[in-house]
Nanobody, 128 residues
Framework: QVQVVESGGGSVQAGGSLRLSCVAS?????????MGWWRRAPGKELEGVAT???????NYADSVKGRFTISKDHAKNILYLQMNSLKPDDAGVYYC?????????????????????WGQGTQVTVSS
């Protein structure tokens, strides 16, 4: 039903920056919802990176706080992840996801199980 497409991945040196974009369609962005970013490093479990509720509240993994910024262009309905001061540990496939809010909502979650619609991922490589 909902289509989610990420872009913007690439290869950078440690200390560099990348900006990821996510476009979702078949989804009413005027409704209450959360969107966010996850990543999977080689040989690692999926890790929540940053999420954002429709009203602007955000949640960041400790490992990226202060370096990454999640934002949304509400006019264009595009979700962004600005990644600065990239480290080799940041490398992996980055996924965008979206979900309507669920009963019992308490804020944007980093739990992947709470998100319903996922993109295919975009590769981020960081060299030292």
């Amino acid at each position: 039903q909902v289509q989610v497409v990420e872009s913007g991945g690439g290869s950078v040196q440690a200390g560099g920056s990348l900006r990821l974009s996510c476009v979702a369609s078949g989804y009413d962005f005027t409704r209450s919802h959360c969107m966010g970013w996850w990543r999977r490093a080689p040989g690692k479990e999926l890790e929540g990176v940053a999420t954002m509720a429709y009203y602007g509240d955000t949640n960041y993994a400790d490992s990226v706080k202060g370096r990454f910024t999640i934002s949304k262009d509400h006019a264009k309905n595009i979700l962004y992840l600005q990644m600065n001061s990239l480290k080799p540990d940041d490398a992996g496939v980055y996924y965008c996801a979206a979900t309507p809010l669920r009963l019992g909502y308490r804020g944007p979650s980093l739990r992947d199980s709470e998100y319903d619609y996922w993109g295919q991922g975009t590769q981020v490589t960081v060299s030292s």
